[in-house]
């Protein structure tokens, strides 16, 4: 079966050279990019490069990629009780791919811890509240 595939794949791209169509790509006559696939191991190269090549991230990257929009959403809330539920949300994505993954602790990410967030808040909004109030005065 595997060989049928072979033989048809290899007569499609016999008549797609024969009838020119891979005459004007984008690159012709320079080479490939080195791609740096050492962190993949080497049963996953090729699906990953699939994936890759079709727009689809691996799946800690989708991860990273959630947990990033989530921290953008967090923040522009305002509403102390909906910033709670997004850390929290936001801590389960990150135990999740914490666990997820093969690498030492020391490498993890970190959670979002509520008090902290809480607190950096008021500091930014203290010092606007300081800055608009010096802009305001006469000089």
């Known amino acids: 079966m595997l060989r049928i595939i072979q033989e048809v794949a290899e007569e499609l791209i016999q008549r797609a050279m024969r009838e020119g169509a891979f005459e004007n790509l ?3 006559g ?11 191991p080497a049963d996953l190269r090729m699906p990953y490069k699939i994936l890759k090549n ?3 991230l691996p ?3 989708e991860s990273r990629k ?3 929009t989530a921290i953008e959403l967090l923040s522009t809330m305002t509403d102390e009780k ?3 539920r997004q850390i929290r949300k936001l801590n389960y ?3 999740r791919l914490n666990v997820g993954r093969r690498r030492p602790i020391a490498l993890e990410e970190e959670q979002l811890y509520y008090e902290k967030i809480v607190e950096r808040v008021r500091l930014e909004g203290k010092r606007e509240k300081d800055g608009n109030a010096e802009s305001e005065q006469p000089g």
Do not use: F, N, V
């Open 26 to 28: 984008p690159g012709k």
């Open 30 to 40: 320079r080479p490939l990019p080195d791609e740096d696939d050492s962190h993949i």
């Open 54 to 56: 079709a727009g689809c």
């Open 59 to 61: 799946p800690e990257l």
């Open 66 to 68: 959630d947990i990033q």
């Open 82 to 84: 909906e910033r709670y």
């Open 93 to 95: 994505m990150i135990t």
